[in-house]
């Protein structure tokens, strides 16, 4: 049984008031049958940590750069990151793919060193909308996977995100149909690489839009096993109607 997995995805959102959130999320949420998950920006990893510790919200954070330590002015390392109180980090979100220039070597490395640092990865894949246009979305999605997922990986500490650039920030998702191809696929490719054992405990997750609105629908496709929420994990409201969405899926 894979246990179902609520991640919020701060972005570069959240100021020292905003840890009120996760009080109110606690509140709302004290015993979740999912694992919730925020990630919020890297100033408030320490000081969200603090204030969940022995709750059930553990902090994340959304990227690292591959190297344990070193000149490399401006970026966090993995042992970092842990050291700050994250449990899991996020690796090729799209916006850092097109912001960074990530590429799926990057990913892979990044994803490497969280695995090395003791940490929990989540890998995002996703395909844009030319590409899907194109009908090009499962070798998109094949060559991510293969590009930006390490060998050394196990059902717990391996966590892959299926996000459409599409359907990020914009409101806009995929059919049900949709989010169920790409991540029976998905299931089918890990299957293939890591065998039965390892290939079916991977969680994996919907991203791109998730709200109070249509998670619920989300959820009961098949191989959905949570979300990465961006822009409706800011508020406790609409983070935990997710949450109560996922614990009754
Ligand atoms: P969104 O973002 O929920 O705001 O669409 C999702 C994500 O980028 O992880």
């Known amino acids: 049984m894979r246990v179902k997995l609520a991640a919020g995805n701060w972005k570069m959102n959240g100021l020292t008031a905003d840890l009120a959130e996760v009080d109110a999320l606690i509140a709302m949420h004290p015993e979740p049958r999912s694992e ?17 510790a022995g709750g059930p919200v553990a902090v ?16 966090l390392s993995a042992a970092m990151l842990a050291d700050a109180g994250a449990r899991y980090v996020i690796a090729g979100h799209s916006e850092r793919r097109a912001d960074h220039c990530e590429c799926d070597e990057d990913i892979r490395a ?3 060193a969280v695995l090395q640092a003791g940490l929990r990865v989540i890998v995002c894949v996703g395909e844009t909308e030319t590409e899907r246009d194109a009908s090009n979305t499962l070798d998109i999605i ?21 996000e459409p650039v599409w359907a990020i920030g914009t409101g806009r998702t ?5 989010i169920g191809e790409v991540h029976d696929f998905i299931r089918a490719r890990l299957v293939a690489r890591f065998g039965d054992g390892v290939g079916r405990s991977v969680r994996l997750l919907y991203g791109g839009s998730v709200k109070p609105g249509n998670a ?8 959905v096993d949570g979300a990465l929420v961006g822009g409706a994990s ?3 409201s609409d983070f935990g109607a997710i949450i109560a969405a996922l614990d009754a899926a």
């Open 110 to 112: 990044q994803a490497r």
């Open 60 to 75: 994340g954070a959304q990227a690292c750069h591959p190297e344990a330590a070193g000149a490399h002015t401006g970026d």
């Open 234 to 236: 800011l508020k406790a």
């Open 36 to 52: 919730v998950l925020i990630c919020p920006p890297a100033t408030l990893i320490a000081p969200m940590a603090a204030r969940a």
């Open 216 to 223: 619920a629908e989300i959820f009961a496709v098949s191989n």
């Open 142 to 162: 094949s060559g991510q996977l293969a590009g930006s997922v390490p060998d050394l990986v196990t059902g717990e500490s391996l966590v892959i995100a299926y």
């Open 174 to 178: 995929p059919t049900t149909d949709q």
